[in-house]
Structure formats: C-alpha cells, structure tokens
C-alpha cells in the first residue's frame, strides 16, 4: 500500500512521547445477560459484559465502541456494572473495564425523502448523555431496544443532534450495498449531511483508503476502519491505531481531529478482496459483472433478477477522481492489509487456544510475536501464513454477493 511521507514526518516526531491504541468502535450487542435481544442477527453470547472482557483479555483491543448502548436494557446492565465498581466512567467519557475503554454509541438507521436508507454511528462521552439521547430518540423510533432501526428524522436532524450533545458522527460502513450513505442512499454524501461536522467516516470490509480516494468530497475527513462483529470472535477483524494522550472519549475526538499530537496513525482492514461485497457478482451464472450494474437490475449474462452491487463497482459509478486516484490528495495514514487469525488456512480452535495462551492477545500474534516462536507453537505452516499476512503477501480470492474471499492457499 502507499504510505504517505511529507506531514508524516513531523506529527511522528511530535507523537512519538505519546501512547498508541488499538481501537475498534464497531461492535454490536446480541442479547442482554437476562436474555432480551438488542441485535437479532448477532449472537447470544455477545453482551457488554463479554465484549468488554473479550477485547480486554484475548483481543486486547485497548478501545471498543458499542454501537447498541441506546437500548434501556443495556444501560441498565450497564449501570449495573458501575454501581458493582466493575467498571467506572472517565472523567473524559468512557467505561474502563481492566485493560479496555468502552465507548458508548448507537448505529442509526435513516432515510431521507428521495434516497436509500442509510446507517449512521453516534457517540456519546457519558451514560448520562446517551440516556438523554435514547429518550430523544425515542419520539421518532418505534422500537429503542433494539440494534440499528429507523429514525424518523431527517440525516441532518439527527447530526445536528449529536453535534449539540457533544457526540460524534461516523457515517457507517459507507460504500456497503445496503443501508449505507454511498452504497444505498446517495452518490453525494453532502446530500445528506453537513460535510464539517463529520469525525471520521467508516470504510466498511470491502473498501480501503485507497478506493475511498476517489471520491474528493471525503479528502477533509479521516477514515476509520472497524469490525462491525456480530460475534465475539469477530471483534477487531478490522481496527485502527490511534496515538493519544489517554484511552478516553475526549482524546477520541481529538485524534480523530489530529490536534495537538494526537492522531490516527493507521488503520488495519481487511485487504478488500476478502470482503463479501467487493465486486458485483451474478449468483445464478457465478460471474462477476463489474461496473455500471444498477442494484436490482437484471443480470446482462443469464438475466437473473437481483444481483448485488460490489462495493469497488460502485465507486467506479461514483467516483470523481477516477482518473489519478494513487494521488490522494490528503495525507492519510498508511492502510494495512490485516489477514484476521479466523481467515488463516490451519488455524482452528485449538492452534488459536495455544497462541492465546502463549502470546496473550490476538493483537500480540498478529503484530508483535517472533516467528521462531510461532513455529514451535503451531507449526511451520501456518505459522507462515501469519508472517506472509502481516508482510501482506498473502494471495486472496476476491469475495462477491455476500460471499466473503478467501486466502488462496496455493501462495505458499
Ligand atoms: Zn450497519
Ligand atoms: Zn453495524
């Protein structure tokens, strides 16, 4: 990938005193401990409670944002937790559960007169301010419980919103076929939103900064690069590394900003050929269709109705900067092809355990531990694949139609 050089030089040498973070600040809620469901699709065992813990203790993942923290049931566990003094807020903003932050943030679906639905991400520094936010949103959704529903607002109501609590805005997963800015709702995202009060926008699995590049109205805003995990095992398949002054909400916002030494200084996605959406894709005749292929029209081969759009083919329709998009025309961080342990060839269950309990954290596998030692703990081969994936030398199979790709296991 491009790495960028010029202002890197400067804010490295001003950051270097500060620490870094693995940050991941999309993570869903399946159920509360009592059973309630938050997020249907997600799973059982993915409470706050657990996500906490995961990200803290095998993950090690410094901060998670848990983006169902608007449902009344979960702010109760939630209360539960401090008034235990198992976890306590930040004078900054934020839960401290042992080794990890947890942020507190509701996805949001809207959809303005005349476009696609769209998902949004908020952020709110306390408990306090994210039960005053759920109670307004409340009037103008039908069921605050749960994970990701409409709000009947209009995109910028609800930006306004937030800004005006002291919140965050993150567009999310924005180039996803479904139920996202660009992939659903809009080819401008100033059609919906007010471009300035915007954090960051999220790239979603099946793009990365340098596709994101070709659109010039995102060059003033930073990227951020998040799991999404409807499932333990999925927290931090994509993460960011942040350098700030403490693990809180307030020095968020200012990395996210890039003030005064703070910063983000890369992000770690999913090479986009693994993601499930990558490419426009006709299940009915397994082809891969490519550009210019409205959602929902026919398949121009077989004539089956209903294919999904890649995310890489939208931007191509989309995009402004198509001619010279390896000029970003901002200084962005260097975007690492992350290869989640979950897609290394060999690595099951049990060669995850002995990593885990020789290394500590995925976080420690996947960046820090000597190949030597890896070898000895799972074997040569698959220890291979972890080296070739973080040198990002692993060929992949591009995903499609929902499909994710696959790590070819020919490149060894
Ligand atoms: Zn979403
Ligand atoms: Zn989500």
């Known amino acids: 990938m491009r790495q960028t050089t010029t202002l890197h030089v400067e804010t490295g040498h001003e950051r270097s005193h500060l620490p870094t973070y693995y940050v991941d600040l999309h993570i869903h809620i399946g159920r509360t401990e009592k059973g309630s469901p938050v997020k249907i699709s997600g799973s059982k065992d993915l409470t706050f409670y657990n996500i906490a813990r995961e990200a803290s203790e095998r993950k090690g993942i410094d901060i998670v944002g848990i983006i169902d923290c608007h449902s009344p049931v979960v702010q109760d566990e939630i209360m539960d937790y401090l008034h235990r003094g198992e976890m306590e807020e930040f004078e900054g903003g934020g839960i401290r559960y042992r080794n990890t932050t947890v942020l507190l943030g509701s996805e ?58 002291g919140g965050l805005l993150i567009p999310a997963h924005i180039f996803t076929p479904y139920k996202s800015v660009y992939g659903s709702a809009a080819p401008r995202m100033e059609q919906l939103l007010d471009l300035q009060h915007i954090a960051a926008v999220e790239l979603g699995l099946s793009a990365d900064t340098e596709m994101a590049g070709c659109l010039s109205e995102l060059d003033g805003i930073p990227f951020v690069t998040n799991s999404d995990a409807h499932s333990l095992p999925k927290i931090g398949r994509e993460y960011n590394r942040l350098t700030m002054r403490q693990p809180t909400f307030t020095e968020l916002a200012h990395a996210l900003a890039g003030r005064d030494g703070r910063g983000i200084d890369a992000n770690y996605g999913l090479n986009p050929h693994l993601g499930k959406y990558h490419r426009t894709y006709c299940a009915s005749c397994e082809t891969v269709l490519g550009a210019g292929h409205p959602q929902g029209e026919r398949c121009p081969l077989c004539g089956h109705a209903k294919f999904v759009r890649g995310v890489m083919d939208r931007i191509v329709d989309i995009a402004d900067r198509l001619e010279a998009p390896p000029v970003l025309a901002v200084n962005r961080p260097p975007y690492h092809y992350q290869v989640p342990l979950e897609f290394i060839p060999g690595l099951g269950p049990k060669k995850l355990a002995a990593l885990l309990d020789r290394f500590g954290t995925e976080m420690h596998v996947l960046h820090k531990a000597e190949p030597a030692e890896l070898v000895t703990t799972i074997g040569e081969e698959t220890a291979g694949y972890i080296m070739q994936a973080r040198r990002g030398e692993l060929a992949i199979d591009a995903g499609g139609g929902g499909r994710y790709g696959k790590v070819a296991t020919s490149s060894r």
Request: charged share 25%.
């Open 108 to 165: 949001i679906e809207v959809k303005d007169p005349g476009c696609g639905a769209a998902h949004l991400l908020a952020y709110l520094p306390t408990l306090g301010e994210m039960q005053h936010f759920t109670r307004w949103m409340s009037r103008a959704m039908k069921n605050v419980e749960l994970s990701s529903q409409r709000l009947y607002v209009t995109a910028r109501e609800l930006q306004r919103e937030v800004i005006d609590r």
